[in-house]
């Protein structure tokens, strides 16, 4: 395609786009990829379903597409939703096999906040370590989101598709209810992150 489009002869350029063999070469090679993830997929759930036997799977109900540094926003957003999409249906279908109940719960501040005692900031997470900037509590980042996930199954809140200035303002709400029982001085919020802009290119 970069050929075509650098070659002024417009006949010639037809006959690039037309006879192209390049294109065929890729879609063979996009095949096997997906075909390479399919399998990856369905390996780690029948693995995961096998050898933990869930009752339940707590699934993170995201509000926004994943971030993919260096790939075009309409390439991400595309990948992104095939994935999602892909994990979602072999999911449904091997819970189902196997007699799983799948649930959803919003996923919004779930790495950020202290399961004890409720406060939300983004620097309580440091890459794989999480430590509470109000009560010190540490533990892994990762145990921590599932554990708040785990808290939110039971809380009729966390409704899927609550949003996330919904759920910041009744995760503040606990958190300061907290600190009252507890006699302490709550920290204060942490600003909304403000969204990045970018540029176009």
Same mark, same amino acid.
């Given at each position: 395609?970069?050929?075509?489009?650098?070659?002024?002869?417009a006949?010639?350029?037809?006959?690039?786009?037309?006879?192209?063999?390049g294109?065929?070469?890729?879609?063979?090679?996009?095949?096997?990829?997906?075909?390479?993830?399919?399998?990856?997929?369905?390996?780690?759930?029948?693995?995961?379903?096998?050898?933990?036997?869930?009752?339940?799977?707590?699934?993170?109900? /995201?509000?926004?597409?994943?971030?993919?540094?260096? %790939?075009? *926003?309409?390439? !991400?957003?595309?990948?992104?939703?095939?994935? =999602?999409?892909?994990?979602?249906?072999?999911?449904?279908?091997?819970?189902?096999?196997?007699?799983?109940?799948?649930?959803k719960?919003?996923?919004?501040?779930?790495?950020?906040?202290?399961?004890?005692?409720?406060?939300?900031?983004?620097?309580?997470?440091?890459?794989?370590?999480?430590?509470?900037q109000?009560?010190?509590?540490?533990?892994?980042?990762?145990?921590?989101?599932?554990?708040?996930?785990?808290?939110?199954?039971?809380?009729?809140? /966390?409704?899927?598709?609550?949003?996330?200035?919904? %759920?910041? *303002?009744?995760? !503040?709400?606990?958190?300061?209810?907290?600190? =009252?029982?507890?006699?302490?001085?709550?920290?204060?919020?942490?600003?909304?992150?403000?969204?990045?802009?970018?540029?176009?290119?």
């Amino acid at each position: 395609y970069a050929l075509a489009k650098n070659t002024k002869n417009a006949v010639k350029r037809r006959h690039i786009l037309k006879f192209n063999l390049g294109s065929k070469k890729w879609e063979k090679r996009r095949h096997v990829f997906r075909e390479k993830i399919e399998s990856e997929i369905n390996q780690a759930l029948n693995q995961m379903l096998r050898d933990k036997k869930p009752d339940v799977f707590i699934v993170e109900s /995201f509000g926004e597409v994943f971030r993919m540094e260096g %790939i075009s *926003k309409k390439m !991400r957003n595309r990948l992104s939703r095939w994935v =999602r999409g892909l994990i979602d249906e072999r999911l449904l279908f091997k819970a189902a096999v196997c007699g799983v109940r799948i649930a959803k719960v919003p996923a919004a501040y779930s790495s950020q906040c202290c399961p004890v005692c409720g406060y939300v900031h983004p620097k309580n997470r440091n890459g794989d370590q999480f430590c509470c900037q109000h009560c010190e509590h540490k533990n892994n980042a990762d145990r921590v989101g599932a554990l708040n996930l785990i808290a939110r199954l039971g809380d009729p809140f /966390f409704a899927p598709g609550q949003g996330k200035d919904v %759920i910041r *303002k009744h995760l !503040r709400q606990k958190y300061e209810e907290y600190c =009252r029982l507890k006699g302490e001085q709550p920290k204060e919020e942490a600003p909304p992150r403000k969204p990045v802009k970018r540029s176009k290119s």
